[in-house]
């Protein structure tokens, strides 16, 4: 069965600081692999995907995710985030795409 | 483009009360999907279909029911509504099969059952 584990409910980083944000999955192959974003009362924004291919992923917004098979892992990073990145993220799994529970990203100036 | 469109986006529904939340997207795309969010819980998927006249279950198909007759429309009906079912729902869809496309979400319908 699918499923994705975020262990992390909640993050508190600075302003300007580096960011990595925690995604374990299972899947019986190779995963389709997600991370999305939303905003508070908004809709989901995907943010990078991965199918195949390289492992290291570029999105938008200056995230990218790297994908390790060994791990089971899709850890989300950013070099620097900004006041406006705080969020919750969800990573996603699977050709239905199963989320996990997200974590949210706090700020602090 | 109209792309993933959610009706109404605000509801209040009575225990027992029946209502269908709708879902129309204008882009043929084949994969459809409802999905349910509560805070701490992420989304969960609710039902999903890959084209007209094929649904399936996903991971909290309870109290909800599907239909497909039409590629644009996938309504999602509350034949009994509890309060268990207050949640915000999201609409999905994608060209063929979420994996391989990008999948574009509504807006969001916010549901209460009092």
């Known amino acids: 069965a699918q499923s994705v584990t975020q262990p992390d409910i909640h993050i508190t980083v600075s302003e300007g600081a580096s960011l990595e944000l925690r995604c374990n999955y299972s899947y019986g192959a190779t995963p389709y692999l997600f991370w999305y974003v939303q905003s508070p009362g908004q809709g989901l924004q995907l943010l990078l995907k991965?199918?195949?291919?390289?492992?290291l992923v570029q999105g938008i917004k200056g995230f990218e995710a790297e994908f390790k098979r060994s791990q089971s892992s899709f850890n989300l990073r950013k070099p620097s985030v900004h006041w406006s990145d705080a969020a919750e993220y969800f990573c996603?799994?699977?050709?239905?795409?199963?989320f996990g529970k997200g974590t949210r990203l706090h700020i602090l100036p | 483009n109209a792309g993933v469109t959610q009706t109404p986006k605000f509801q209040v529904l009575k225990t027992g009360q029946s209502m269908t939340l709708q879902c129309a997207q204008d882009?043929?795309?084949?994969?459809m999907s409802w999905y349910r969010q509560d805070p701490g819980m992420g989304l969960r998927l609710i039902h999903y279909s890959v084209g007209a006249g094929i649904t399936d279950q996903g991971e909290v198909p309870n109290g909800y029911n599907v239909s497909r007759s039409t590629t644009e429309d996938f309504p999602l009906r509350l034949l009994s509504a509890a309060p268990s079912q207050t949640s915000v729902y999201f609409c999905?869809?994608?060209?063929?099969?979420?994996?391989?496309?990008?999948?574009?979400f509504g807006e969001g319908s916010w549901l209460t059952v009092v």
């Open positions: 991965y199918f195949s291919g390289d492992t």
């Open positions: 882009m043929n795309h084949e994969y």
């Open positions: 999905a869809s994608s060209l063929r099969g979420l994996a391989g496309n990008t999948i574009y």
């Open positions: 996603a799994v699977g050709d239905k795409i199963i």
